[in-house]
């Protein structure tokens, strides 16, 4: 048996199932749109689940293909004059597949790994849980698949799965409306594009969706082993029972859809002070972004009731839950920038200061923004300037108010500045609040 | 050198390797190809001719299990072969070459032979040195390693024989194996058949008359379905006379029997 498996992983379509889901697999992470994964390892998982949309009917495919052989070298007289049962002999092959798509799929996840290992830190379970549905997923895809092939032993089977298998992941949702939870359950894409930081996926779902493929599964494999129709028709019993178990286990509420995963909110903290503290999500960050934060909580000590911590804001919407607003703490927004390290790490002094003389998210209240730049740039001592900055009216408008502020006397200015902080304590920031009625 | 388990030394409990009555073959849906043949082979070399369409190939295919037999009684190495049968232990002890023989293009030959081993359930511990000796006895040494689809005609057929003698079978079917082979390939054939045919019953379909004198210890002549004719090769040669078609005596004894049994069919 191992050496029929050595022979098979040799010469069926294994190796090439292989390559091909691990260099489109990669190609889609790295370069489809652009890299959705650099935040950490939740967000790599579930970006490989996105792209299953090519991967699982590209499996469909390479099994329809690889069950072919049979029709194609016209073994079937001399195979049926053999002793070993069908599903014994296609065991090897099965399992040479297996292993191969398999391989495939950790292969894209290794490729997207090798990208992100210098900085994600945070590895929760349910990770696992995300990769091994998609696992699942294409492990019933290439089952399915060679159960298609040899059941319908044509050249155009395997292209006419894969357009099948891509149309059905499409057409998914539209057809479930306006149950998505059965259509969450049915799609291993579902809610994976664009994950965002504190993303996570509800460990009930992952199990329904598990539930259900390794149905689909146990179906390709009967289909696949069967000598007759009653096999052939038994073989709905496990697809339905997957089904079954899996609406049984899946959630029903919407908030599962974009589940937020608390823990990687929580903030882990510089050692020494002042303190500098980013989401867990984001730890690997620290060391990028503490050096700059502390250099403008030192700008900031002149402003009188200056915040002493950086904190990482970890506001999630709807619902709508915000870190507390505490008056010694600067609420700094981190992104994670496409190299996996952080966007615009040049701005982060910059920020800091801005986000101290701003409204924090939570007061509902967003204007005030060139305000806080003019003031910040002053304390700074320096033209308004940002490069990651996408607003580029608000930057100008700054510079506008900066110039305003530098020609008052330089305690008239300090006295702006430190009022200004103290309204963003208090949610009371607003366009204008900076120079008041003496606007140039 | 090899193992010889008890149950393949233990005298056989049958008397036919191969035995037939009233046997009944369909070719297709309804044809029956093979209609009322009666046959009985033990160890040794049989030639199996006929004409085109006499039914040697469907004979072949029942014998070797791939058709169920539609009437009459087929028994294998003392088991009966019916639709309904396990056929499993008589499988292990068969080796069949199809006159259309499949193979993977991807294997290389003793990939294939190895492959074709497992799936006849031999014990694994010797399926590599059995597999080696198969591919050794039809002389593709040189040529284990290579694919299966970079193979020569001949090749192809001697790879085809390799596979179904791998396993020692107790009855062994040969459809056309010399299609292919070049004369001095075809005299190794025949040694290979006279080494095989001294402990396992090995039944040679073809058309070449000439390999049938040279190689079998006997000769099958089917027409229309049943067995003609079965006796030995001079018993063939001596139905021949100097007026009947052939090159040589044996083709004459054949062209005799056969119009013979045509006209007593008209009559």
């Given amino acids: ?385 940002l490069n990651g900055e996408l607003n580029q009216e608000a930057v100008d408008e700054a510079k506008v108010l900066w110039q305003g502020l530098a020609k008052l006397p330089a305690d008239e200015a300090a006295g702006r500045v430190a009022a200004l902080r103290k309204a963003a304590t208090n949610c009371a920031v607003t366009d204008g609040a900076l120079l008041g009625g003496a606007r140039p | 050198m090899r193992i010889v388990s008890a149950a393949e030394t233990a005298p056989p409990t049958y008397h036919w390797a191969v035995h037939a009555e009233g046997l009944q073959v369909r070719a297709g849906r309804r044809y029956l190809a093979v209609d009322g043949l009666d046959l009985a082979l033990g160890p040794g070399v049989h030639g199996l001719l006929g004409p085109n369409g006499a039914g040697k190939t469907t004979l072949m295919r029942a014998l070797a299990t791939a058709l169920a037999p539609a009437g009459g009684t087929l028994t294998l190495l003392g088991e009966q072969i019916g639709a309904r049968s396990d056929l499993r232990g008589i499988r292990r002890d068969l080796g069949y070459l199809p006159q259309q023989f499949g193979f993977y293009p991807r294997f290389t030959v003793r990939e294939f032979v190895e492959y074709m081993a497992w799936l006849k359930e031999m014990p694994g511990q010797g399926v590599p040195s059995a597999v080696q000796r198969a591919i050794d006895r039809v002389g593709l040494t040189a040529k284990a390693d290579a694919r299966m689809k970079t193979l020569s005609g001949g090749m192809l057929r001697r790879a085809g024989i390799a596979q179904a003698i791998v396993n020692d079978p107790a009855v062994l079917l040969l459809d056309e194996p010399t299609v292919g082979l070049d004369p001095e390939q075809r005299l190794d054939f025949r040694e290979l058949l006279r080494d095989l045919g001294t402990d396992s019953c090995v039944l040679v379909s073809t058309h070449l008359v000439e390999d049938v004198v040279a190689a079998c210890t006997d000769v099958v002549m089917m027409n229309e379905g049943r067995v003609l004719f079965q006796g030995t090769t001079a018993d063939l040669i001596a139905h021949g006379g100097p007026g009947d078609a052939g090159d040589s005596p044996a083709e004459r004894g054949y062209s005799a029997l056969l119009r013979r049994h045509r006209a007593e069919a008209a009559r």
């Fill in chain 1, 1 to 385: 048996m191992n050496r029929v498996l050595g022979i098979e992983l040799r010469r069926s379509a294994a190796v090439g199932t292989m390559l091909t889901l691990a260099v489109i697999g990669t190609l889609l992470i790295y370069f489809l749109e652009q890299i959705y994964f650099a935040d950490g390892w939740m967000q790599l998982a579930m970006t490989m689940r996105l792209y299953l949309a090519l991967l699982f009917p590209l499996a469909l495919a390479a099994g329809a293909w690889q069950a072919r052989r049979e029709q194609r070298a016209m073994v079937a007289e001399l195979f049926s004059t053999l002793p070993r049962p069908r599903a014994q002999r296609v065991l090897p092959v099965v399992l040479a597949m297996t292993l191969a798509v398999v391989a495939g799929y950790l292969t894209v996840g290794l490729a997207g790994a090798a990208w992100i290992a210098g900085t994600a830190r945070y590895l929760p379970a349910a990770v696992f849980a995300v990769v091994g549905v998609g696992l699942l997923a294409l492990v019933a895809a290439v089952w399915l698949g060679l159960a298609a092939g040899r059941l319908l032993p044509s050249p155009v089977t395997a292209p006419l799965l894969a357009v099948v298998g891509f149309a059905s992941l499409l057409l998914i949702p539209g057809a479930t409306r306006p149950h998505d939870w059965l259509g969450m359950m049915l799609s291993p894409i579902w809610a994976m594009n664009m994950p965002g930081p504190y993303e996570t996926m509800n460990g009930l779902v992952s199990a329904a969706q598990g539930l259900w493929l390794a149905g689909l599964a146990v179906t390709g494999m009967l289909l696949l082993i069967s000598g007759g129709w009653r096999l052939r028709v038994a073989a709905v019993l496990p697809v339905a029972l997957g089904l079954a178990l899996g609406a049984a286990v899946m959630p029903r509420s919407v908030d599962v859809l974009s589940a937020v995963d608390t823990r990687a909110k929580e903030l882990v903290c510089s050692e020494d002070e002042p303190r500098v503290c980013l989401s867990r999500v984001h730890a690997g960050l620290l060391d990028e972004v503490t050096g700059p934060a502390r250099e403008a909580l030192t700008v900031l000590a002149a402003v009188p009731g200056a915040p002493t911590r950086v904190h990482e804001d970890t506001s999630t919407y709807s619902p709508d839950v915000f870190p507390p607003r505490q008056a010694d703490v600067v609420l700094l927004d981190v992104e994670v920038g496409q190299d996996a390290h952080l966007e615009n790490g040049a701005d982060v002094v910059a920020n800091v200061l801005i986000k101290a003389l701003s409204n924090p998210w939570s007061c509902g209240e967003y204007s005030g923004r060139s305000d806080a730049m003019a003031a910040a740039f002053w304390l700074l001592g320096r033209e308004p300037a």
